[in-house]
């Protein structure tokens, strides 16, 4: 159970929905990292049915004053149960039906909720802060479009069977990813220009500072987002797997293999390895090209690159490929840590 949490200066949640993983974080202590993914439940009694000791999450949902029950398999359960696995695939991931489940989720496991139906408890309802990927940020209905619906949502909410309780967020803010991950940075120099890489599983963002007399201002040309993550290298090893056998590797099963480096197929073990490291390599290359020529001539000007993003754990040649890289410590966190800083000012 997380401490009752009165203070109302430290009311904050921050949701990272990212397209790979949710990671979620508070000023109550709670943190939760999980695949962002859901199925729904199916039968209620299949529902009760799942193993408490399971690895993810059964979420029941009854959204505003009495609407439908929804039932989801959240993060891990939904990929090893769920029939109707449902990945966010869209660029535009918070228009996804599933995208409410997974927040609810997450913010659920992070936060001490009133009870439903308990009446005015004296505990605070948290600011919330989320990201969008760089470009949908900018684009004004998309991002007043989510913070509307988010300010606007309130719903019942039960993890694995516990009481339900009543999320509710006091004030809602939309953060461009990557620049969330830059408010972690620990040393930002006193002048120049420097930028932070967030290379995600489908995305990958860049935003950029000029510091001139420790005075900061955005690089608007320098943040932008790209179309490329490491959901490449799960598709890679599919066409590997489609090249060596001629049959199809279903995502969940690649998504293994790029871990394990290997697979068994009819009988015969699969070395995917010499595939996977080729296309991290490629990936490396292809990520680092595109920002590069983002930035176009202001690249040759940059004093430091912070990489963050839980892609850069899976793809060290990165460090090579920018001038002066360092990886940001917690770099998969940084944009839900970042996130949280501005939550805390929001609820201050
Ligand atoms: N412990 C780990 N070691 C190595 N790599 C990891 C680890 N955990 C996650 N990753 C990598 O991090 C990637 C996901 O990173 P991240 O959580 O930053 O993406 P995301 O925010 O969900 O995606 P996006 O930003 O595109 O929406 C995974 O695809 C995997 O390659
Ligand atoms: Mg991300």
């Given at each position: 159970?997380?401490?009752i949490?009165?203070?109302?200066?430290?009311?904050?949640?921050?949701?990272?929905?990212?397209?790979?993983?949710t990671?979620?974080?508070?000023?109550?202590?709670?943190?939760?990292?999980?695949p962002?993914?859901?199925a729904p439940?199916?039968?209620p009694?299949?529902?009760d049915?799942l193993?408490?000791?399971?690895?993810?999450?059964?979420?029941r949902i009854?959204?505003?004053?009495?609407?439908?029950v929804e039932?989801?398999?959240?993060?891990?359960l939904?990929?090893k149960?769920g029939r109707?696995?449902q990945?966010f695939?869209?660029w535009?991931k918070?228009?996804?039906?599933?995208?409410?489940?997974?927040?609810?989720?997450?913010?659920?496991?992070t936060?001490?909720w009133?009870r439903?139906?308990?009446?005015i408890t004296?505990i605070?309802n948290?600011?919330?802060v989320?990201?969008?990927p760089?470009?949908?940020?900018r684009?004004?209905?998309?991002?007043?479009?989510?913070?509307?619906?988010?300010?606007?949502?309130?719903?019942?909410?039960s993890?694995?069977g516990?009481?339900?309780v009543?999320?509710?967020?006091?004030?809602v803010y939309?953060y461009?990813?990557?620049?969330?991950?830059?408010?972690?940075?620990?040393?930002?120099?006193?002048?120049?220009?420097?930028a932070?890489?967030?290379v995600?599983?489908?995305?990958t963002?860049?935003?950029?500072i000029?510091?001139?007399?420790?005075?900061q201002?955005?690089?608007k040309?320098?943040?932008?987002?790209?179309n490329?993550?490491?959901?490449?290298?799960?598709?890679?090893?599919?066409?590997e797997f489609?090249?060596?056998?001629?049959?199809?590797?279903?995502p969940?099963?690649?998504?293994?293999?790029?871990?394990s480096?290997?697979l068994?197929y009819?009988?015969?073990?699969?070395d995917?390895?010499?595939?996977?490291n080729?296309a991290r390599?490629?990936?490396?290359?292809?990520?680092?090209?595109?920002?590069l020529a983002?930035?176009?001539?202001?690249?040759?000007?940059?004093r430091?690159?912070?990489?963050?993003?839980?892609?850069?754990?899976?793809?060290?040649?990165l460090?090579?490929?920018?001038?002066?890289?360092?990886?940001?410590?917690?770099?998969?966190?940084?944009?839900?840590?970042?996130?949280?800083?501005?939550?805390r000012?929001?609820?201050?």
């Amino acid at each position: 159970m997380l401490a009752i949490q009165t203070n109302p200066q430290s009311a904050a949640l921050a949701i990272d929905v990212g397209f790979g993983y949710t990671k979620a974080v508070s000023l109550a202590g709670g943190k939760v990292i999980f695949p962002s993914v859901v199925a729904p439940a199916g039968s209620p009694d299949a529902f009760d049915r799942l193993d408490k000791s399971d690895t993810g999450y059964r979420v029941r949902i009854k959204k505003g004053i009495d609407g439908p029950v929804e039932e989801w398999l959240v993060g891990e359960l939904a990929l090893k149960e769920g029939r109707e696995v449902q990945y966010f695939q869209d660029w535009e991931k918070h228009s996804h039906p599933a995208h409410d489940a997974v927040l609810l989720a997450a913010a659920a496991l992070t936060w001490n909720w009133p009870r439903a139906g308990g009446g005015i408890t004296g505990i605070s309802n948290p600011a919330l802060v989320v990201g969008l990927p760089v470009d949908v940020w900018r684009d004004e209905l998309q991002r007043e479009g989510l913070k509307k619906h988010l300010e606007g949502l309130i719903a019942e909410v039960s993890v694995n069977g516990n009481g339900p309780v009543r999320v509710t967020f006091s004030r809602v803010y939309i953060y461009p990813q990557a620049a969330g991950a830059f408010l972690t940075v620990p040393d930002l120099p006193e002048s120049g220009i420097v930028a932070l890489v967030d290379v995600g599983q489908k995305t990958t963002d860049s935003a950029a500072i000029e510091i001139v007399n420790g005075r900061q201002r955005l690089v608007k040309t320098m943040c932008f987002s790209i179309n490329k993550g490491m959901a490449a290298l799960v598709e890679a090893v599919r066409e590997e797997f489609r090249r060596q056998t001629g049959a199809p590797l279903p995502p969940q099963q690649a998504w293994e293999t790029v871990k394990s480096g290997s697979l068994w197929y009819r009988g015969k073990e699969i070395d995917m390895a010499p595939a996977i490291n080729k296309a991290r390599a490629e990936i490396a290359r292809a990520i680092a090209d595109q920002v590069l020529a983002g930035w176009g001539e202001r690249a040759d000007f940059v004093r430091k690159v912070y990489l963050a993003g839980g892609g850069v754990l899976d793809l060290p040649a990165l460090q090579n490929m920018f001038p002066a890289a360092a990886v940001l410590p917690d770099p998969q966190w940084a944009n839900a840590l970042g996130f949280l800083k501005v939550a805390r000012g929001l609820a201050g």
